[in-house]
């Protein structure tokens, strides 16, 4: 700002000389020579314009100078940028899928509206037995929950209970859906609220196994269920995508 003033005084100082000269009676002679033209024509404005203008290129390239020096100060002081803190960890899990059996028939049956009804119902009853439970709602697909618990005895207990309250509210087949339940358990990476890992595959393949209103789980899970809890051996079935067959067991919920 400093130095744009002062060129702004620069040039209306030699405009007010060039003036005071023409008027003294000063006369360019059209020699090509500046230094040459200034000492025949007598133009004395010339020296003060080239005294003044080289300590004006001075003083702009002090200036820049300064600037650029503390520009640089600047840049050393400024702390790096911290790489993104990776916030996701690695847990142990149960994790339990759930899904409508017959959903597509349901629908066509129901209608639209009245599907989505039952669709809002069941939801809210799943999503009230898994708080009770301790469980962690990860997402829904479609008809189906994913659901996650700190150990397998909740995954469990959460599974029978669910499988219990739509036993007792079941007095129309088409307005409480039947269920499928698979459970497994294992290490998961969670980062941003959603889990993936191996045991979320695994557990998703053990519920397409399952028939209505059945709670299969992996052996891992069955080993760590509530005694009360009878539970029926399956032996070793493939699941679809998984290389290595699973031992699989039935909960026993019903009479309990």
């Known amino acids: 700002m400093l130095l744009t003033l002062h060129a702004l005084v620069y040039v209306a100082v030699n405009v007010l000389l060039v003036l005071l000269w023409l008027m003294l009676g000063g006369d360019w002679d059209g020699a090509s020579d500046p230094l040459e033209a200034a000492r025949a024509s007598g133009f004395w404005p010339f020296w003060v314009m080239a005294v003044w203008g080289v300590a004006l290129g001075l003083h702009a390239a002090l200036l820049v100078a300064i600037r650029s020096r503390r520009r640089s100060k600047r840049r050393r002081r400024r702390p790096a940028a911290e790489p993104p803190a990776d916030t996701t960890e690695t847990r142990w899990v149960a994790a339990m899928f759930t899904d409508i059996v017959g959903s597509t028939a349901l629908a066509a049956r129901l209608g639209d509206a009245d599907y989505a009804d039952v ?112 539970v029926e051996d399956l032996g070793l079935r493939e699941l679809d995508g998984i290389p290595t067959p699973r031992h699989l067991l039935r909960l026993c919920w019903r009479g309990l």
């Open 119 to 230: 669709l809002a119902g069941h939801r809210r009853l799943v999503r009230d037995v898994v708080e009770v439970n301790g469980g962690t709602e990860v997402g829904t697909q479609g008809d189906g929950f994913l659901v996650t618990f700190p150990t397998p005895q909740q995954a469990a207990t959460c599974a029978v209970a669910l499988q219990e309250h739509l036993e007792d509210l079941r007095h129309d087949p088409d307005r409480v859906p039947h269920v499928r339940i698979g459970v497994h358990a294992g290490q998961v990476h969670a980062h941003d609220g959603d889990v993936v890992g191996q045991v979320v595959n695994v557990a998703s393949r053990v519920a397409d196994t399952a028939r209505a209103d059945e709670i299969i789980v992996t052996e891992l899970v069955a080993e760590r269920v509530p005694s009360w809890i009878p």
